[in-house]
């Protein structure tokens, strides 16, 4: 079954949520990073919780000139506009009071949400069982999914994608540097807001699929995942996309291979596997490359610390120095130098000489601007330079001891 | 104990007994990610004094403060404070942080914000009292702030925000006064007005470390610098250690030739 | 309305949605000035999971293990979020976002895949919760608040919830100094010796019981509404911290009661036969008090500089 659904073997409806949720997921992932980037991410869950009563009053309303009130369509539009309200209100929070903007977007995300439930009560009392299908925006249901609904998802999420690959370069400066696009003549109001529109049309196409309460796992967790792969942030946003589409696809396959699998629940936990398989072993930004460098720095340090203090006759403070340089074979457990030890620590105390003189001269001021007590001066130094150097301070003779 | 600061400063402070000084640093390297911000750093602190910590931006001046309080962990390093753990020497340090440190539109009043250097006496419960007041108000007269005790702190100046944090650590009333650039982007009275209570402070036997940033009027102002650009450069009594050469050394090519200007005709 | 009326019907269901209001406003105070408004957020949305997966243990409904189970998501909730805030350097909103997405969606999953056809747990109820139901039926009048015998039949969200203020309010009271402190200076606390990383864990899981007991009786909705709507319109109102608390506890009393009575009557009076949800009217009424004082209290602006300049 899971074979088949990941091949697109089960039947039309199914492949159309499947290629949808792929191109949500694409859209979500790239839109998100520019969030992410912003350091706005949780943005998006107010943005989500804002369209319930939009999808309520559109249907109240499209029931009362006697339509049917599901159409997918004016829902939709019904939920853009209430959460277009949302970002207004949550705007309005940050910039005209002194509410920071995690609490205006809990005020603007419970009280919308509160807001919307009780339309949903209302809904209930109208009439009977018209309302079937409102609770599935919550949380979002393909079962049952008209093929007319199946076609507004995946070209609405197909319409999303190409605005932002049209967009991205400028999406792009504005997320990493504000400032700097601003200079370069960047609308940048603009630009934020054609994200937060963006953010806007992948919780409208979403609903159906992962529901409000969800959504913004689509649009958080693909961006925090791509971050641990790529330091260039071309790289994260493309990233970003694969993750997001690959996850939602991927869901959106097993949901439909076996009964009881809601699709937004699966899409989400397969998001999260990627990130937590990429918090633990990314290189570089993963948690265990991250053990082992700060490991190893913590050694060089000491190490380094050691050698000076060696040299310098001072007593060793820090047991850890001790064991390390015993280990090294520098020195013995009384804290004496050994032969190579001495070496060593001859060799360290003339490089701090060395970077004293490289300091005191203004001519190196760049070489000089990279010491860190730890970086060895021929990475900085040509083998000339550091001879004249040594020619200043008096010969090299000393580190032969 | 003065006389130990008196020709030969640099090797001097070194000799200090470690238990006399309100302040030892031992082999501190501190460092966010992978580099460095203080590498392998001594410092004794000469009590009595007011130490200035010099160094260019980005030398890790304020990092060697906060390490000092435990703020930020530390690679590797010991810290003594009066000769004992920093754990049970708190009550005898005052500390002002940087004021952007924190947020101004935090609803409280000038007179609770100097209330909280009485946070160690008071401990969680005991109530404050009228005396517990005075002595608050006290210490605002003494910064030149009385008139300003039920003020909103968002609506005080730069310069006045400055004063309350002194004031606070005023009623703390300790003995080593750890203040991070507290001069930075305030107006000059309010300079002058913290100064003297600072010298005031010395005066009275209290020791000042202050993390400055202003070269001409270290002189002025204070008895010791300590040196530092990631690692110490020098310590020691201004006239040994605040001379061209270290400067040059701390600083190299970013002291402007207009602050050298200042310096040099004092120095010689 | 007579007494024989209002006290079996409509006071249990003001009590609980009051004190649960309240109890979520006290920490929601700290949260919202420490800037972790969405913690409140965070842990609302764990709570779902953490129910699940005590009914599964359990086999039953039974209110302690799912007040455990509730609890301890959060709990965990809370140290995931920290964990992968700091192990993987990123900024705590997009912590929180993977995290309490996640739980969520697991808590779904696993009911979706239980048989839970016999018993009333869906995630609909863990929204809304059932304020309206909670009545009590041994109540004649105003008279029984005087008899034991019929005390005894209260709801027992009634105790509960008043167990949880209480012990909200004792730890606010408590550690207010300390709090206040380092809310405000957190490196001055910390010289000044203030263990604030296990205080700030002691209010995060302050608030997770006040979530947790509150949402046994009135849905989730209301605890995130309550946790950030009161303080930030009293934020609007004092420039001190004690009179901001009080006004939350004021606001948060009057959106209650207010609300449930909107809910229960308000329908009526425009004509129509049922009342709506009263935890979705609460939280609404929050987020219209919230506004009002965002548009006319006297400290709705800024005072000073920003953060940072």
Redesign the interface.
């Known amino acids: 079954m899971l074979f088949d659904a990941l091949l697109l073997q089960l039947g039309y409806n199914a492949t159309l949520v499947s290629i949808g949720a792929a191109l949500l997921g694409g859209a979500a992932g790239i839109t998100g990073t520019f969030l ?1 980037l912003r ?4 943005v ?2 107010a943005v989500s919780h804002a369209t319930l009563p939009g999808v309520c009053l559109a249907f109240l309303l499209m029931v009362s000139f006697g339509g049917d009130g599901r159409n997918l369509t004016g829902l939709l539009l019904g939920s853009a506009v209430s959460a277009a309200a949302g970002l207004w209100c949550l705007n ?2 940050t910039q ?5 903007e ?6 603007v ?10 339309l ?3 809904i ?3 009439g009977v069982g018209r309302q079937a299908g409102l ?1 599935g925006f ?2 979002g249901s393909t079962a049952g999914m008209l093929f007319s609904d199946a076609l507004v998802i995946a070209a609405g999420g197909t319409a999303t994608l190409f605005v932002i690959l049209l967009a991205r370069r400028a999406l792009t400066l504005v997320a990493f540097d504000p400032d700097f696009a601003q200079t370069q003549g960047l609308p940048v109001g603009r630009i934020d807001m054609l994200m937060m529109g963006l953010v806007m049309a992948v919780t409208v196409v979403g609903l159906k699929i992962v529901g409000l ?2 959504i ?2 689509l ?3 693909p ?2 995942t791509a ?2 792969w790529s330091e260039r942030s071309e790289q994260v946003v493309a990233l970003a996309g694969l993750f997001g589409a690959g996850a939602a696809y991927v869901g959106a396959a097993l949901s439909a291979s076996a009964p ?3 699709t ?3 899409i ?2 397969v ?2 596997a990627f ?1 937590a398989l990429s ?1 633990v072993c990314a290189p570089q ?1 993963g ?1 265990l490359a ?1 053990v082992v460098q700060r490991r190893r720095f913590q050694r060089r340090v000491h190490l380094r610390q050691g050698l000076l203090a060696l040299a310098q006759n001072q007593p060793i403070y820090e047991a850890l120095t001790l064991r390390l340089l015993r280990q090294a074979g520098l020195a013995r457990a009384d804290g004496v130098a050994t032969d190579a030890g001495k070496a060593r620590a001859a060799k360290a105390l003339r490089d701090e000489k060395r970077w004293e003189f490289v300091r005191r001269d203004p001519a190196n001021e760049t070489a000089a601007a990279l010491y860190d007590g730890l970086r060895a001066i021929e990475t900085v130094l040509t083998a000339d330079q550091i001879a004249e150097i040594d020619r200043q301070i008096g010969g090299p003779q000393e580190v032969l001891l | 104990m003065f006389d130990l600061v008196s020709e030969n400063g640099v090797a001097q402070c070194s000799n200090l007994e470690e238990g006399a000084s309100p302040l030892a640093i031992r082999g501190l390297t501190v460092s966010y990610g992978q580099k460095p911000a203080v590498f392998s750093v001594d410092m004794t602190v000469v009590p009595g004094q007011m130490t200035a910590i010099i160094g260019p931006n980005g030398a890790g001046k304020s990092t060697l403060l ?1 390490a000092a ?3 930020v962990p530390k690679v590797s390093g010991q810290v003594r404070v009066f000769g004992a753990d920093l ?1 049970k020497q ?2 005898r ?1 005052a ?1 002002v ?1 940087q004021r ?10 000038v007179l ?2 100097v209330l ?1 250097g009485l ?2 006496e ?1 401990g ?2 005991a109530r404050i009292r009228g005396a517990h007041r005075a002595q608050a108000k006290a210490c605002l007269e003494r910064v030149g702030m009385a008139d300003f005790a039920d003020r ?5 100046s ?1 310069g006045q ?1 400055q004063r309350v944090f002194l004031a ?1 650590a005023l009623a ?1 009333n300790a003995d080593l006064y750890l203040l991070d650039e507290p001069f930075a982007g305030v107006d000059a009275a309010t300079e002058k007005a913290i100064i003297s209570v600072l010298k005031s402070l010395r005066d009275a036997g209290r020791t000042v470390v202050v993390v400055h940033h202003d070269l001409a009027t270290v002189r002025d102002y204070f008895d010791s610098v300590f040196l530092i650009n990631t690692r110490k450069i020098a310590e020691g009594p201004v006239e040994h250690a605040f001379t061209p050469e270290l400067l040059q050394e701390a600083y190299g090519g970013r002291l402007a030739t207009a602050q050298m200007d200042q310096i040099q005709p004092l120095a010689g | 309305m007579s007494g024989a009326e209002f006290v079996p019907l409509s006071l249990p269901p003001l009590v609980i949605g009051t004190c649960a209001a309240i109890a979520c406003a006290l920490p929601g105070n700290f949260l ?2 420490r ?4 913690i ?2 965070a842990i609302s ?1 764990v709570v779902l999971p953490g129910i699940v997966v005590a009914f599964l243990l359990t086999g039953a409904i039974s209110t302690w293990p799912m007040m455990l189970g509730a609890s301890a998501a959060s709990v965990v909730a809370v140290i995931l979020i920290e964990a ?1 805030r700091r ?5 705590p ?6 995290v309490f ?2 739980m ?3 808590g ?2 696993l009911l ?2 239980t048989d839970t056809s016999t018993v009333h747990l869906d ?2 109820h863990a ?2 919760g059932n304020l309206e139901s909670l009545i009590w039926l041994d109540a004649v009048g105003w008279t029984s608040l005087w008899d034991f015998e019929a005390l005894a039949g209260l709801p027992p969200e009634v105790f509960r919830i008043g167990a949880a203020l209480c012990g909200v309010s004792l730890f606010i009271a ?2 207010w ?2 709090l ?2 380092s ?3 957190e ?2 606390a ?5 263990a604030t990383a296990p205080l700030g864990i002691a209010l995060v899981i302050t608030a997770a019981i006040a979530a947790v007991a509150a949402f046994d009786a009135v849905g989730s ?2 605890v ?2 309550m ?3 009161p ?2 319109a009293a ?2 109102m ?4 004690g ?2 608390v009080a006004w939350s506890v004021v606001f948060a009393a009057v959106s209650a009661i207010l609300g449930y009575v909107l ?1 229960g009557y308000g ?1 009526l009076w425009l004509g ?6 009263a ?6 009424l ?2 219209v008090i ?1 506004a009002l004082c ?1 548009r006319f209290g006297p ?11």
């Open positions: 992410f350091k706005r991410a949780l998006s869950d309005w929070l005209r009071t002194r509410l920071a995690d609490a205006a977007i809990g005020a995300l419970s009280v919308f949400f509160g807001f919307g439930v009780v949903l009560t209302v209930q009392t109208l609770e919550l949380l309460i969800l913004v796992a649009l958080i967790i961006a925090v971050r641990f009881n699998l809601p937004g629940p699966l989400v936990l998001s999260f990130f918090l930004r948690v991250a | 906060k309080l435990g703020l754990i708190r009550e340090i500390y942080p952007a440190s924190v947020d101004w539109d935090f609803p409280t009043r609770d914000v909280m946070y160690r008071l969680l419960l909103q702190i968002g609506q005080l730069g925000q606070r703390q | 919202v000035l800037r972790q408004a969405l409140g957020d949305h992968i192990l993987g350097r990123i900024e909103g997009a912590a929180m976002g993977v997405t996640t969520f969606a697991a779904v999953l979706e895949q995630v609909e929204l809304y408590v550690f100094r300390a206040k402190i809310t405000f200076d490196g001055f910390r010289a000044v010796g203030i909705i209301i995130i509404a946790f950030i709507c303080p930030a934020r609007m004092t420039n001190q911290l009179h901001q809910a329908p129509l036969q049922d009342a709506v949800s935890a979705g009217m609460i939280a609404t929050s987020g919230l965002a400290c709705r602006r800024r005072a000073g500089a920003p953060l940072g300049v």
